[in-house]
């Protein structure tokens, strides 16, 4: 009896699949031919008028506010390179008079090797300009990718060249023997680091842009190593996969900057700990 009754109840869902009294709502608005309620007209013609107002008063408002908004941007842009001017101006000025500290710090020493000594030491350091034959390692961001159907640009690259790309160049040139190294003209020493923020590199806190350009200076035939090392057979992966830019040229007479001169430290000894003190004996461990 339960299996008929389901078999029943299936039968008139399939039969009647309108609800009875929707049915008669509808034959009996057929038979009186009643128009819908004129309330219900007015209500949507009234809001149909509240929301064209609402989008007018908002596309006059965004008309209005563009050229404040385009005002800001064009005086923020030309802040900026002006800050970027004047940087470049004192920068200007930070090596004329680092020239003229070395050049009274060479005449004030008296022995012409103590002089020497120190050039080597800050050429070593990387405080010191240096000038020599070497490589020059170009690394540049793939173009970006775009969608032949619908012609946008695609948001995810896998071609641009990461602060840790920079890092494994610069440590796969030092180990082929690279003697001064710098980044887009950053010279590298032995605190320098070379990071992300918010999408751009920063090299010492200076941000460097695509393309970039790793110059080394070493020992003769660096080109040759650094191009059948592990790292350029990577990054040749790179061109291949991810359509990045990479090329080794040797170069002669290379010029590379000296690094601003790195901040002093001072030691201090330590305070003396209990364990320090003499012991009762006299001696002391």
Known sequence: MTFARRDDLLGDLFRTPLDPGYAQAAARRARTGAPPPRWGRAARAVTLAAVGFLLAVAY?????????ASRARDDLVADVRSRQRTAEDLQRQVDALRTQV?????????DASGAASLRGLAARTGTGRVTGDGVVVRVVD???????????????NLGIVLDRDLQDVANGLFQEGAEAIAVNGQRLTATSTIRAAGGVILVDFKPVTS?????????????????SSATAKRFRRYV?????????????GLVLAAAPEPPLRYAHPPSPSPS???????GRR
């Open 240 to 252: 291949e996969n991810y359509r990045m830019q990479f090329g080794v040229k040797a170069r002669k």
């Open 276 to 282: 320090a003190t003499a012991s009762p004996s006299g």
């Open 211 to 227: 393309p970039y350009e790793v110059a080394a200076i070493g020992p003769p035939g660096l080109a040759d190593s650094f191009s």
């Open 102 to 110: 070395d050049q009274a710090r060479d005449d004030a020493l008296a």
């Open 142 to 156: 793939a173009p970006p990718q775009v969608d032949p159907v619908t012609g946008k640009t695609e948001e995810e």
């Open 60 to 68: 006059h408002q965004a008309v209005a506010e563009a050229p404040s």
